[in-house]
């Protein structure tokens, strides 16, 4: 694997990261992003095969059930252009998600997409800290970095109600942009990589997007991450933990108080839907047709902010809405299932086993987006960069060695054997060997 594939891998991992929210055309109401583009060559650069029976499986879950209710329910409402189009993202999430199998990514690659992760974790928080400091000071300037291509809309930080206001990145919206800060630190720390300065940088970059669920989701991974591994600075890492928690309590109090409070992100995200979920579960037992949530939503008239809002800003609602009883019975799996993990890495003493299905499962509470390109690629580079485990070889502390290693260690295990083909043929040397 030559170096120009290594720095091209590096590259498209950091591009891919940056301009995910990068828009680039809109296709009827459907925004295409650069992200979408720069996702596909990365998967394809770095794969190896598609697992077809996986692919199968996935693409089952993601037609059949849906398809059932649209011929028992047909959705006359929203036409059948908001079925297809929504059904078209399901099956592509699909498609990508049969990829995070093992062994179906290059293993030379891996250590390049780790160090693009990295990279891109620093131009991220980077900007996120820039936000802030410039935005306590009155200005704008370094918000909504893409301008008219920014992703659907351009974010407003308030700055008249927020005195130190919140940090979206590149992004959408701040929960986003934890939501990315956070994928990139569980895939570099799993490996080992650079783990002080990951750890420095999610933590700055988390501090200055204010998303409670990043907050705290990522607070649970570092505790597992400090218990499970060997490092021996567990204590200084936990002071510093509790220190983070005491410095982020009161606006995390702040955060949780307002769940009840109608017209607040968390109600929105939290409580408001669960009416809607409520008769889902009673009058669409299968769920509603693909394409008809902003509508079904918008009936409701629940508040965000001002304004009636019309998405799911949770993407266990969005399973649940979509696919009814049998959504709710996934939910629960996807719980347990990261429970479980997280119980066998506790036992083993594994970090990337106990942590990455606590984080991916966690994650849906980000967004509702679940099926979008975007989304789904920034999960597929967490369990792409988890295969290395198998195929390279593990370096200190269990940390992923660069690729330059492992060509290192072939060719050194090339020169003794060919060292010990010229000894054999030579035969023993004076003055080595027994005595007679």
């Known amino acids: 694997m030559n170096n120009g594939y290594r720095a091209f891998v590096s590259l498209l991992t950091a591009a891919f990261v940056i301009f995910e929210h990068f828009q680039v055309a809109q296709v009827g109401d459907y925004p295409i992003t650069l992200g979408l583009f720069l996702g596909i060559t990365l998967v394809i650069a770095v794969s190896t095969r598609v697992p077809i029976s996986n692919a199968i499986v996935a693409l089952g879950i993601a037609v059949v059930p849906n398809a059932l209710v649209q011929i028992a329910a047909p959705s006359t409402r929203e036409g059948s252009l908001s079925f297809f189009q929504t059904l078209a993202l399901f099956v592509f999430a699909a498609v990508i998600l049969s990829q995070c199998k093992r062994g179906t990514v290059r293993a030379e690659a891996v250590p390049a997409m780790l160090r693009g992760a990295f990279i891109a974790l620093i131009v991220v928080v980077g900007l996120c800290l820039l936000q802030v400091a410039t935005g306590a000071r009155g200005s704008v300037q370094w918000f909504n970095p893409f301008g008219e291509h920014q992703y659907l809309y351009q974010y407003d930080p308030h700055l008249e109600f927020n005195p130190i206001p919140r940090a979206a990145g590149f992004y959408l919206e701040p929960s986003y942009a934890a939501f990315v800060i956070g994928s990139l630190a569980v895939a570099l720390l799993a490996q080992g990589y650079r783990k002080l300065p990951v750890w420095v940088l999610a933590g700055a970059g988390l501090l200055a997007v204010r998303s409670a669920t990043g907050l705290i989701l990522f607070g649970v991974v570092a505790l597992v991450v400090i218990f499970v591994g060997k490092s021996r600075l567990k204590l200084v890492a936990l002071g510093v933990l509790v220190a983070l928690t005491v410095i982020a309590l009161p606006y995390l109090a702040g955060r949780l108080d307002s769940t009840f409070t109608a017209g607040s992100s968390a109600y929105y995200r939290l409580i408001g839907p669960l009416r809607i979920l409520g008769d889902t579960l009673v009058h669409f037992p299968l769920g509603h047709p693909y394409g008809s949530l902003r509508n079904t939503v918008a009936d409701y008239g629940i508040l965000n902010g001002a304004a009636a809002g019309d998405s799911l800003d949770n993407g266990f609602y969005v399973i649940v809405f979509y696919f009814g009883w049998l959504g709710l019975t996934a939910s629960i799996a996807l719980a347990l299932w990261a429970l479980v993990a997280l119980g066998r890495g506790l036992h083993t003493g594994s970090i990337e086993q106990a942590t990455i299905p606590v984080w991916v499962v966690g994650s849906l509470l980000f967004s509702g987006g679940i099926m979008l390109p975007e989304y789904v690629f920034t999960l597929w580079v967490i369990f792409a960069t988890r295969q290395q485990s198998r195929s390279l070889i593990p ?33 023993p040397a004076q003055g080595v060997g027994p005595s007679l």
């Open 395 to 427: 370096g200190e502390s269990g940390s992923a060695l660069a690729s330059e290693a492992v060509d290192n260690h072939r060719y050194v295990q090339g020169r003794r054997g060919i060292e010990a083909d010229r000894g054999f043929a030579r035969g």
